[in-house]
């Protein structure tokens, strides 16, 4: 049974060949290993061709420059494996990952199956853990367990294998950050059986100049561009979860107003103001959901009341 493995690269050349190397290593040895040359001006690009011709698994496609989630629809465009997983080229995965994860598709029948992770710096060391638990849902457990947050089912793509006909209908959005939340609401209605691995098995490279670890831009408004998406999918297919969505809107806008209080911009009021617009038009959500966390309803609760005052004890504990 073949797994595709996509990788989207652009100019990463101080940590692809780690990347590639721990796909190649893996115990699992049915892989179509497929590197997304996203218009690279660095060697990023001559590193996969060196690859393709000592590994007979790997693919190299070279594109223009259009975006992580270009790069991504072209590697699924091109993908033959039965499943589907994707690993940023800056990323490496555990030797068994693919394994594990593939036993555990198998085994239940899952769509998606998912592992935890762990944040590493560019010197190794762990700076945090994301770890989930061990189980198998399925039908209105899914919706449940993905808008609530029940059983923490991270909105990203590179901690899970995908069964490919789950997402041969499906693209990643184009031209925008925060693409991650918007294929997973996508998928979310098509997904019958949803399984976890209780094991780090994915690295994820915390880097200075990376757009997460960035400072506040324009592009971090992609956020709100992403949650209203989810929004309208969500009045779609699973309305009875709206209240959630509103939530993590305002949730999301206090961190984008904190972002740019932290900024050295010399205009932000522009800036507020439209995250200001975003919290307001979502906070009325917020008191009304008994799942949420007191500390998120409190931090939000004192935010309404008192910005600055909400900031600066944030601020204190991050």
Known sequence: MIVSVIVPVYNVSGYLRKCIDSICNSVYRELEII?????????????????????????????????LSSARNVGMKAASGSYICFVDSDDYISKDMIQILLDKAVNTDADVVQCGFDRVDESGRIKSLMKVDEWVISGDEISL????????????????????????????????????????????????????????????LIRKNSIMGAGFTEKKFDSIYALKYVTKKTE????????YVYFNRAL???YLYYDIWKSNLQDKKKYYKVVEEEFQNNFIYVTR????????????????????LALRLYSLIV
């Open 289 to 308: 959901k008994a799942k949420i966390s007191n500390k998120d309803k409190v931090r939000l609760r004192l935010f309404d009341f008192n910005h600055m």
């Open 252 to 254: 999301n806008a206090f």
């Open 35 to 67: 590197l997304v040359d996203d218009g690279s001006t660095d060697e990023s690009g001559k590193i996969c061709d060196k690859y393709e011709d000592l590994d007979e698994r790997i693919k190299v496609i070279h594109k223009s420059n259009g975006g």
């Open 145 to 204: 367990a993905y808008y609530t947050q029940c059983k923490s089912i991270p909105v990203i793509v590179w901690n899970k294998l995908f069964k490919k006909g789950l997402i041969d209908t499906v693209q990643f959005v184009e031209g925008r950050n925060n693409e991650d939340n918007m294929f997973g609401v996508d998928i979310l209605p098509k997904v019958k059986i949803w399984a976890s691995v209780d094991k780090i098995l994915y690295h994820y």
């Open 236 to 243: 779609l297919y699973a309305p009875e979860y709206l209240e």
